[in-house]
């Protein structure tokens, strides 16, 4: 049995639970708990879980958990020297010690990212950008470190003082209910120093940026859309994203979003459209131009003589697909749905039927052996999207209202 049961208790598991049991605890936890800027204690009680949970799926800290308790995690076992838990909860999220108060000394901790973040913007295109390629320019507004202060935020050479709030640690501490009568500690990161442990007065901010180190900028960007690209395909800006002081600028990633096309569906590096042709077509073949591709060309396809078309039909156009990208001399295929359409009334009043009869297939003969009943309906059209609807509401399921199997009814 564990000595201590905090974590287990911050999971909502018993000590002896499986790997699995604790996993599914704290992914149920994580979605209670998850960071909610309504809530301003969500994001610290997400961080104690999770720093519960690192420690309860490595076997090995785990071992060292039950025999010891969190004592044993910071002295390396029984007695052992051992890293501060403190430190291992800072370098799991991120530079701040946000799981347990473990009382010892702790100074500020920033974060320790080695570059900026990356910007992501959704980008649509069309289908036809992708087939012919594009270049697109757009003016965009981004961080640039103030060419003021060179980043420090300060005027001249005015220097921080430690944060107020926080005495400098750059974290507060947050107290929650772990369990009944049983209170935990955790530290947060300070919202009034980002956690720096420092703050310009307002006085020795600088005048242009007001202490914030950097300032907006108005900049150009190129993009070129690449012949054949994938939809969701990245194109990269690197070093083009926000700046900040003392770490390399992020990229900036545009997504490409491929917009609905009325003619055309892409898969892959093949193509699909849909063409409607005559019943003359259908049964005496055809020489035309049958679509007007995604760079304008006309394409003239000519049925083979003798050939008789029905609607579903498809033909393929080979070497008429998407190019492929980084290889746009070779293409996809174009795959080509035929729909057959039927000639109107009025097409049929205004000719001899008796020729049109002797010219078509014979007409299909009565059904044979012959019914014994036949009854008379009348022809209605009808509109197949209202198959089914009938009159649902007047069933019952005597299973669902009693509760167990059908009863068989005696009349």
């Not at 961080?143 to 220097?159: F, I, L, Q």
């Not at 990245?234 to 002081?245: H, M």
């Not at 491929?258 to 020489?287: K, M, P, Q, W, Y």
């Not at 033909?315 to 000639?343: C, F, S, T």
Request: aromatic share 6%; with cysteine.
């Amino acid at each position: 049995m564990a000595v201590e049961t905090a974590l287990y208790d911050l999971l909502g598991v018993h000590p002896e639970a499986t790997d699995d049991e604790i996993k599914k605890a704290y992914r149920r936890k994580a979605r209670e708990h998850h960071p909610n800027p309504d809530d301003p204690t969500a994001g610290a009680k997400f961080q104690e879980m999770a720093a519960a949970y690192e420690i309860l799926s490595s076997v090995e800290t785990r071992e060292v958990y039950d025999q010891f308790g969190m004592d044993g995690l910071s002295k390396g076992g029984a007695g052992g020297p051992g890293p501060d838990p403190a430190d291992i909860f800072a370098e799991l999220f991120n530079g701040f010690s946000f799981g347990f108060d473990f009382g010892g000394p702790g100074g500020p901790r920033g974060p320790r990212r080695s570059r900026g973040e990356d910007s992501v913007i959704p980008y649509e295109v069309s289908l036809e950008d992708l087939y012919n390629g594009k270049t697109v320019k757009m003016n965009m507004e981004k961080e640039v470190v103030c060419g003021v202060c060179k980043g420090s935020g300060a005027k001249g050479s005015a220097k921080p003082k430690p944060c107020v709030t926080c005495e400098g640690r750059g974290w507060t501490t947050v107290t929650t209910q772990i369990g009944p009568g049983r209170l935990g500690t955790s530290r947060a990161m300070c919202t009034e120093c980002q956690g720096l442990g420092e703050k310009l007065r307002e006085k020795d901010r600088c005048k242009k940026c007001k202490g914030q180190k950097t300032v907006k900028e108005k900049t150009r960007q190129e993009i070129f859309i690449e012949r054949g690209m994938p939809d969701r395909h990245r194109i990269v800006l690197a070093g083009a994203g926000d700046e900040e002081p003392g770490i390399p600028p992020g990229d900036v990633v545009f997504v490409l979003k491929t917009s609905r096309h009325e003619s055309f569906e892409r898969s892959g590096n093949d193509l699909l459209t849909t063409v409607h042709i005559t019943l003359s077509e259908a049964l005496l073949g055809f020489s035309r131009i049958l679509i007007t591709h995604l760079d304008g060309r006309g394409v003239r396809v000519t049925s083979p003589a003798g050939k008789i078309i029905k609607s579903g039909d498809s033909v393929i156009l080979r070497g008429e697909g998407m190019p492929h990208h980084k290889n746009p001399d070779q293409k996809g295929n174009l795959y080509v749905m035929l729909e057959v359409d039927m000639p109107d009334e009025g097409w049929l009043r205004s000719v001899d039927r008796v020729a049109l009869e002797q010219l078509l297939p014979p007409k299909k003969s009565e059904m044979e052996p012959k019914p014994a009943i036949v009854d008379e309906v009348p022809f209605e059209e009808a509109d197949i999207a209202d198959f089914g609807d009938g009159d649902e509401e007047d069933w019952e399921d005597d299973d669902d209202e009693h509760g167990g199997e059908p009863e068989c009814q005696h009349q």
